[in-house]
Each structure stands twice: as C-alpha cells, then as structure tokens.
C-alpha cells in the first residue's frame, strides 16, 4: 500500500517485510539573547516624556575621582518628579530639580533649577544659583546667578548677584541687587 520513496532513509536492521522508514529529527533552535529593557535617564527637559515621572529621587554623591558635568552639581540632588507635590523644608541639598510642585523653605542648598514642568510657590529660597525655566513665586535670593529661560515665570522679592533674562521671561515683584555685587 505505501512504498518508501527512493530518497527516504531507511533504519537499521530493516527486513525484506515491513519497511519502517526513520523519521528526521526536529533540530533544536538556538537560544535567542533576551533584550534588556530600555531604562530612560532623566527626561530633557526640551523633549516631552512619553510618561511622567512619579517619585522623588536622591542621587548620592559621586565619587571624588568622577568629573562633575559642567551644568550639574557634584553632590546630593533632590528631583522632585512630574506630578509630585512636596511641601515642608529642605536641609543640605546641594542641587534641587523642580519637575513637579514644592511649596518649602530652602536651607543650605547651592542651586535650584526648575524645569518648565516645575511649580515652586509659597516658598523661600536662598543659593548660590538658580535656573527658572518654570514658575518661581515667593522670596528669592541668589548670591551668584539668577536665570530666567524664555519659559520661566518669576514672582515676588528677589535678590540677585547677576541676572540673565531670555527673550519671553517675565521678572515681577520686588528686585534688587545685593550690596558688592557686580562692583569691580
């Protein structure tokens, strides 16, 4: 009724009667490397995050032998995350990151920066530099440079070393300079 074909292997110790042909083996696939999931670093803050941000975030210092980039503090960072919302007072933070929202007092803090997402009301602050690109409303002093991006919106009384405004910032509210700032 069947016939083996004339390519068809043929098993060992088969007999003129019944033909038992041998069956090919499935070959074994090889093993695919698993992908590592993509793990985004902080989002720019000139592109949109495709999801925001729900925590805060304490980065330690970094190692004394590790050269600090020129925009960022070498130390203890605070980020205040996307929809976050923290209130109360901040002690030795070397550089705050506003993304979300913070109604606190500053103590001991070197810089602030506040993304355009950022929200600092209610509060006082008093460092070394500040870069606004978001809202910052309430008392403000900056012993060295203030800077206020195209996007940022600055309220209340604020004193400063030096002071940068972009085409678009808005400064409004009591503003002085502090004593021997700026003098030569």
């Known amino acids: 009724?069947?016939?083996?074909?004339?390519?068809?292997?043929?098993?060992?110790?088969?007999?003129?009667?019944?033909?038992t042909f041998a069956r090919p083996q499935p070959q074994p696939q090889p093993e695919m490397p698993?992908?590592?999931p993509d793990i985004p670093a902080r989002p720019n803050s000139a592109a949109p995050a495709?999801?925001?941000?729900?925590?805060?975030?304490?980065?330690?210092?970094?190692?004394?032998d590790t050269p600090a980039t020129l925009g960022d503090a070498q130390g203890k960072r605070l980020i205040v995350g996307q929809g976050i919302s923290l209130s109360g007072e901040i002690t030795a933070c070397d550089r705050l990151v506003v993304?979300?929202?913070?109604?606190?007092?500053?103590?001991?803090?070197?810089?602030?920066e506040i993304t355009e997402t950022g929200r600092f009301t209610e509060g006082k602050a008093e460092v070394e530099e500040a870069e606004i690109s978001g809202i910052?409303?309430?008392?403000?002093?900056?012993?060295n440079r203030l800077l206020i991006?195209?996007?940022?919106?600055?309220?209340?009384?604020?004193?400063?070393g030096e002071l940068e405004i972009e085409?678009?910032?808005?400064?409004?509210?009591?503003?002085?300079?502090?004593?021997?700032?700026?003098?030569?």
């Open 1 to 19: 009724m069947f016939r083996r074909k004339d390519n068809d292997p043929i098993t060992p110790g088969e007999s003129g009667g019944e033909q």
């Open 34 to 36: 698993r992908r590592q």
């Open 50 to 64: 495709a999801q925001p941000q729900t925590s805060a975030t304490i980065v330690s210092p970094a190692p004394a």
């Open 99 to 112: 993304e979300g929202s913070v109604q606190v007092t500053l103590n001991e803090t070197r810089a602030i």
């Open 136 to 143: 910052y409303e309430g008392e403000l002093t900056v012993r």
């Open 149 to 160: 991006r195209a996007t940022g919106r600055v309220k209340g009384t604020v004193r400063y």
């Open 167 to 184: 085409r678009g910032g808005r400064l409004q509210g009591s503003v002085s300079m502090l004593e021997g700032a700026g003098q030569m």
